[in-house]
T-cell receptor, first 114, second 109 residues
Framework: IAGITQAPTSQILAAGRRMTLRCTQDMRHNAMYWYRQDLGLGLRLIHYSNTAGTTGKGEVPDGYSVSRANTDDFPLTLASAVPSQTSVYFC?????????????FGPGTRLTVL | GQNIDQPTEMTATEGAIVQINCTYQTSGFNGLFWYQQHAGEAPTFLSYNVLDGLEEKGRFSSFLSRSKGYSYLLLKELQMKDSASYLCAVRDSNYQLIWGAGTKLIIKP
């Protein structure tokens, strides 16, 4: 059982380029999340999806978009990358956004925008 | 605004006990989580508290006081592999997790 996979593992990107970070889970979890983690700051929620077909904005959504066409996949797209988007990006999933259900995290994507 | 406060770094000795504190001010409360994150890796779930009191799970325990906006994670019989960052997160009224910056725990022999 893979759990959550993310691709790529790392990427160096020129500013202005478009980039899609991929996230796939095989746990049939309803809810999925995208976070960024920067040194000295807590994880910050970018976008989330409580169930397939729905998405919502988190704390820092500007410059990012997501889609949730099915249960398993939750790609994150940077339409035109900027250096401030240099970060480690984590995808996570949970059975439900409520109750005792914890979030499971993917291994992360380390993105550098030059 | 919403705020989660944890100490930035703590040092402890192998075999000892350490307590990592977390205070929070959030819009609503629907549970508090503790996660462990080793350097370069993803966070992994440790504990969940929604009612006041102590939750024990092996060498790890977590305590919650909702009236004080306070939690702590207690690690007993410290091992070198416990060297990691410990993240406190509160689920707010929108059922989103608000994360602290994490406490880096350094274990010395």
């Amino acid at each position: 059982i893979a759990g959550i996979t993310q691709a790529p593992t790392s990427q160096i990107l020129a500013a202005g380029r478009r980039m899609t970070l991929r996230c796939t889970q095989d746990m049939r979890h309803n809810a999925m999340y995208w976070y960024r983690q920067d040194l000295g700051l807590g994880l910050r929620l970018i976008h989330y999806s409580n169930t397939a077909g729905t998405t919502g904005k988190g704390e820092v959504p500007d410059g990012y978009s997501v889609s949730r066409a099915n249960t398993d996949d939750f790609p994150l797209t940077l339409a035109s990358a900027v250096p401030s988007q240099t970060s480690v990006y984590f995808c996570a999933s949970s059975d439900s956004p409520e109750g005792v259900y914890e979030q499971f995290f993917g291994p992360g994507t380390r993105l550098t925008v030059l | 605004g919403q705020n989660i406060d944890q100490p930035t770094e703590m040092t402890a000795t192998e075999g000892a006990i350490v307590q990592i504190n977390c205070t929070y001010q959030t819009s609503g409360f629907n549970g508090l989580f503790w996660y462990q994150q080793h350097a370069g890796e993803a966070p992994t779930f440790l504990s969940y508290n929604v009612l006041d009191g102590l939750e024990e799970k092996g060498r790890f325990s977590s305590f919650l006081s909702r009236s004080k906006g306070y939690s702590y994670l207690l690690l007993k019989e410290l091992q070198m592999k416990d060297s990691a960052s410990y993240l406190c997160a509160v689920r707010d009224s929108n059922y989103q997790l608000i994360w602290g910056a994490g406490t880096k725990l350094i274990i010395k022999p």
